[in-house]
Nanobody, 125 residues
Framework: QVQLVESGGGLVQAGDSLRLSCAAS????????MAWFRQAPGKEREFVAA???????DYAESVKGRFTISINNAQNTLYLQLNSLKPEDTAVYYC???????????????????WGQGTQVTVSS
């Protein structure tokens, strides 16, 4: 079992950037498939980005070209760089992980048994 703790959220203006972090403990990420999801008020949780154990990446169309998922294995930390933020990016962002070495795309919530508590991102217009 891996424990995940997100950080880095905040209130920003449209066009600004943020970097979210997801620190893991209990296991190492090296063979995990990792992902970011988000949930806006009144909406279902949705896929944002994923990073496979082979370090391939997959992005939702709505964030492609603006968000970047990456990992620092030495620090056991997953990142999500958010650039050119829009008001519609406002949501709670969740880090998710699975020890299964999935091939991408892996966009379903059910693929990921491990979740963090989330970090709020609010983008004002």
């Amino acid at each position: 079992q891996v424990q995940l703790v997100e950080s880095g959220g905040g209130l920003v203006q449209a066009g600004d950037s943020l970097r979210l972090s997801c620190a893991a403990s209990g296991r190492t990420f090296s063979t995990y498939t990792m992902a970011w999801f988000r949930q806006a008020p009144g909406k279902e949780r949705e896929f944002v980005a994923a990073l496979s154990w082979t370090r391939n990446t997959d992005y939702a169309e709505s964030v492609k070209g603006r968000f970047t998922i990456s990992i620092n294995n030495a620090q056991n930390t997953l990142y999500l760089q958010l650039n050119s933020l829009k008001p519609e990016d406002t949501a709670v962002y969740y880090c998710a992980a699975t020890s299964t070495s999935l091939a991408l795309p892996a966009r379903s919530l059910s693929h990921y048994p491990n979740w963090g508590q989330g970090t709020q991102v609010t983008v004002s217009s």
